[in-house]
Nanobody, 123 residues
Framework: QVQLVESGGGLVQAGDSLRLSCAAS????????MGWFRQAPGKEREFVAA????????NYAESVRGRFTISRDNAKNTMYLQMNSLKPEDTAVYSC????????????????WGQGTQVTVSS
C-alpha cells in the first residue's frame, strides 16, 4: 500500500514557475515508478510525466517537454515536478500516481493516486 499526498499548487501568472511535490508513505517507495497526470475542467485526464523507481528513466508529454522536469528523492519518499514557463493551458488539477509497472504513460497501470493539487495559470 502506498499513500500519496500532493502539495505545491497555486495561482501563478503565465511565464512563472511552480514546483509540485508528492510525498509517499511506506518503506518501498523506490520500488514504484511514479507519474504525474493532470485534468482540466471538462477534459479527460492526461499524462504529464513519469519516472522509474531508480530515477534513470523519465518520460514526458510533448506538451510539457523542455518546460517541466520530473525528479524524485527516494531517501525522502518524495517526487517532484518542476514546472517552468507555465502557460494558461497548463491549468488543471495535478495528481501523482504510483505503479509497480514501468514509467508508463498509461493511467490505467497506476494503482495508487493522490488527491490532487490545483494549478491555475493566468494570462
Amino acid at each position: 500500500q502506498v499513500q500519496l499526498v500532493e502539495s505545491g499548487g497555486g495561482l501563478v501568472q503565465a511565464g512563472d514557475s511552480l514546483r509540485l511535490s508528492c510525498a509517499a508513505s511506506g518503506r518501498t517507495f523506490s520500488t514504484y515508478a511514479m507519474g504525474w497526470f493532470r485534468q482540466a475542467p471538462g477534459k479527460e485526464r492526461e499524462f504529464v510525466a513519469a519516472i522509474s523507481g531508480s530515477g534513470l528513466t523519465r518520460n514526458y508529454a510533448e506538451s510539457v517537454r523542455g518546460r517541466f522536469t520530473i525528479s524524485r528523492d527516494n531517501a525522502k519518499n518524495t517526487m517532484y515536478l518542476q514546472m517552468n514557463s507555465l502557460k494558461p493551458e497548463d491549468t488543471a488539477v495535478y495528481s501523482c500516481a504510483a505503479t509497480r509497472s514501468t514509467a508508463t504513460t498509461d493511467s490505467g497501470r497506476y494503482g495508487y493516486w493522490g488527491q490532487g493539487t490545483q494549478v491555475t495559470v493566468s494570462s
